[in-house]
C-alpha cells in the first residue's frame, strides 16, 4: 500500500499493515499517536521523533519502533517511509519508549516488497509469511544510541527542545541555571536527576544528533564549524565515539537506495 492514511485500512484483519509513504521536504507529521506499533523505516532523508520524554534522529537507512499509543511528532528531512502498523498483542516484545535500529538488506528488501502488497493480502501464502519473517527480523535488531531524554519538568524540557532546535556550542551551564532562577550546583543536580546526565553531556550529544541531519547536504568540515567544533577531526572524533560510525558515512553520497 502506498500513501494511504492509517485510519483508512487500521479496521483491516491483519497483524501487520505495511504502508509507505512519500513525504515533501520539511514535513511535520503533528503530534499524534497510533494504537498499532510502529516500524518506521526512513528509506531516504533523515527522521526526528519527539515524544514527550525524549527525542529520536533516525539517520537514513534506519528506523525506528514507536509503541502503540505514544504520543509523537514525526518532522521528515527528505523521506520517503516504509513503515508497518502492527497489531500490540503480536508484538508483546516491543520496546516501551521508541528505539532506533539499523536496517540490514534483508530486513530493507522485505520492507520495500511489503509496502506493495494489497491491503487484504493473503496470510497463508507469500505475503503472510513476508510479514512473519519482518516480525522476526525485527525483534533481532540491537538498539542504537541517536536519542536524548527530554526532562520532565516544564521549564527544562523548553531548555532542552530549545537547545535542539538551535544548538549553540557557546551555552554554559551556568546560562541554564540563570534561567531557570537556580544556582548551577542546584540546576546540575535537578538536571541530572531528571536525564541522568550532566547538562554538558546532554548538550555534546544535542549538539552531535543534529550533526546528522546537516550531513545530507553539508560536508564534514561545514558541519563541524557549525556546530562549534575546534576542527574537523574533533568533530569526527566525537561523532565517531557517540555513534560507532564517522560522519562521512552519513553524506547524502552515502544513503541512496532504491525505494
Known sequence: MKNIPLDDVDHVDR?????????????????????????????????????????????????????????????????STRSLYVEPGA????????????????LRELLLSAAEFPVDYSVAGREGAVATLLLHEIAARAPLPFHVDIPASDDLAA?????????????????????????????????????GESPAVWRARARLLAAVPLLRTAS??????????????????????AFGLPPSRFGASRTTHRV
Open 91 to 106: 508484538v508483546p516484545w516491543w520496546p516501551a519508549r521508541c528505539t532506533v535500529v539499523d536496517v540490514p538488506p534483508l
Open 159 to 195: 531548555l532542552c527542545r530549545a537547545y535542539l532546535d538551535s544548538p549553540d556550542a557557546g551555552v554554559t551551564n551556568t546560562d541554564w541555571a540563570a534561567r531557570t532562577a537556580l544556582s548551577e550546583r542546584a540546576f546540575t543536580r535537578r538536571f541530572r536527576a531528571e536525564t
Open 220 to 241: 564534514v568540515t561545514e558541519v563541524a564549524a557549525r556546530l562549534g567544533y575546534s576542527s574537523p577531526a574533533a568533530f569526527t572524533a566525537a561523532f565517531t565515539r
Open 15 to 79: 497483524a501487520v499493515l505495511p504502508i509507505g509513504t512519500d513525504y515533501p521536504a520539511g514535513h511535520v507529521l503533528d503530534w499524534h499517536e497510533h494504537r498499532r506499533a510502529q516500524f518506521l523505516y526512513g528509506a531516504t532523508g533523515v527522521m526526528v521523533v519527539d515524544t514527550a520524554d525524549g527525542t529520536w534522529t533516525v539517520p537514513p537507512e534506519r528506523a525506528v519502533l514507536i509503541p502503540p499509543a505514544t504520543l509523537h511528532r514525526v518532522r521528515m528531512l527528505g523521506v
